[in-house]
């Protein structure tokens, strides 16, 4: 289902990005677009991992690099029956994290300095079972791909000015109004299809990750903590590449928003609330590490001098930190 999800989302997208090449540039224009957007897709599948990655300056680690986060993430795969997959430290303070990979054969999980420095190990792995759900409910390549694609056709629209503005309508080229349209509604329609999947298999994410860690109060109090940093923290990697927002446990822009059809991610508040009714159903009401109104001190968004039991890892020096558990 899953597959047949990605293929439609690829259709359709390239269906818009040919759209888009037919206003700025007439019958070439599509043509020129079709032929970028086959190779882009085929890249997208093999590729969109690797590229996410890297635009988000993930830095891969091993069991000697980062034995906490790894030995947290290794449990939680066995748990959810899913192989091992890479893993990487994001370089940013803001808490977060997102998976990727086109299976659960080639998946990456990747967590933030900040949120191994800022959350409790409990809730740390509420995160990461909640990106694993993502794996196993084989999300990510859908996500990913939705998040390179809805970004080149974005960067296509604001191109359109540049290739098309100067020109009239009727002169053979798309003319100054197709072409600003191009450029207002492409992105729009391009960040629709993509909020549309990523906000449907939050939910479900929140769900299943709640599962795999059996502490669904572990992933809430987590929500509220990052949702809260995230508000104060930017994330300059996501700000330059906007159309990977989706792919984070917390849109990494805003820190959330409201439950709209505009918003990467549902409302924190509306999947807080789902987990607690998941919580009573299990007999669990404990919130851990002293609950979610539990405030980060402001030393926890400094970044420490020594490296904590998360490991090294960090480039140029940079290392995770302790976390307040640690």
């Known amino acids: 289902m899953n597959f047949f999800r990605t293929m439609l989302l690829l259709a359709a997208l390239t269906a818009l990005f040919m759209a888009i090449g037919y206003a700025i540039g007439r019958g070439p224009g599509m043509t ?40 947290i993430v290794r449990q939680l795969a066995a748990g959810a029956q899913l192989p091992m997959p890479r893993v990487y430290i994001i370089h940013t303070d803001q808490p977060n994290a997102f998976a990727t990979g086109r299976n659960p054969d080639h998946a990456a999980v990747a967590a933030s300095a900040g949120l191994l420095r800022m959350l409790s190990k409990e809730e740390v792995s509420g995160v990461l079972a909640h990106e694993l759900a993502h794996v196993k409910n084989r999300d990510t390549l859908t996500m990913t791909v939705a998040a390179i694609i809805a970004g080149a056709i974005s960067m296509l629209a604001n191109f359109g000015m540049l290739f098309g503005g100067g020109r009239r309508d009727g002169e053979g080229g798309g003319g100054i109004v ?22 449907s298999r939050e939910y479900a994410a929140d769900h299943d990750g709640a599962g795999i860690c059996q502490h669904p109060l572990w992933l809430a109090s987590a929500l509220q903590k990052i949702e809260r940093a995230a508000q104060q923290i930017p994330n300059e990697q996501a700000e330059d ?16 928003g409201m439950d709209n059809l505009f918003s ?6 509306n999947r807080i609330a789902a987990l607690e009714e998941q919580a009573r159903e299990m007999g669990q009401m404990q919130w851990p590490s002293g609950g979610p109104d539990v ?19 960090g480039r140029g020096g940079r290392v995770p930190g302790r976390g307040p558990w640690g």
């Open 32 to 71: 020129i677009a079709f032929v970028i957007a086959a190779g882009m897709n085929l890249f997208a599948y093999w590729n969109s991992d690797k590229m996410v990655l890297s635009q988000q300056g993930a830095e891969e680690v091993d069991e000697a690099a980062a034995p906490e986060l790894y030995a």
């Open 178 to 199: 197709t072409t600003i349209l191009a450029i207002i509604v492409a992105p729009i329609a391009a960040a629709i299809i993509q909020m549309a999947i990523s906000r």
């Open 241 to 256: 590449h906007p159309a990977s927002a989706s792919l984070y446990i917390i849109n990494p822009l805003t820190g959330g």
């Open 264 to 269: 990467t991610h549902p409302n924190t508040e």
């Open 295 to 313: 405030v980060p001190p402001a030393s926890a968004y400094e970044e420490p001098a020594a490296p904590g039991p998360w490991g090294r890892g």
